[in-house]
Nanobody, 126 residues
């Protein structure tokens, strides 16, 4: 049984930083494609970043250069370091995982292709 649990959300002023964490259960975690999405009420979910089992990363243009995705497989934890935050970054952030087709791992991967989703953590930038 796979569970993803996010933490680290909160409120921050524009220009500030936050680090989101996602703790995962699952024996083969290190082989999974992992990523982060976000959603603003009334808008579609936006894929932000992905990282594959080799540590290769990909980012959406909206966050490139400001956000950094990383993973610590020994802790089964995924991270999203968010720097230089802007008010438009305010959203609910979701950790996602795919273990069916982990080699297909890019920021353009459709949300339906990620089997597992966390419950979401709110980020507010003012």
């Amino acid at each position: 049984h796979v569970q993803l649990v996010e933490s680290g959300g909160g409120s921050v002023q524009a220009g500030g930083s936050l680090r989101l964490s996602c703790a995962a259960s699952g024996r083969t975690y290190s082989k999974w494609c992992m990523g982060w999405f976000r959603q603003v009420p009334g808008k579609e979910r936006e894929g932000l970043a992905t990282i594959d089992s080799r540590g290769i990363t990909a980012y959406a243009d909206s966050v490139k250069g400001r956000f950094t995705i990383s993973r610590d497989d020994s802790k089964r934890t995924l991270y999203l370091q968010m720097d230089n935050l802007k008010p438009e970054d305010s959203a609910t952030y979701y950790c996602v995982a795919d273990r069916r087709f982990p080699s297909r791992c890019s920021v353009g991967k459709a949300e339906w292709a990620f089997t597992y989703w966390g419950q979401g953590t709110q980020v507010t930038v003012s």
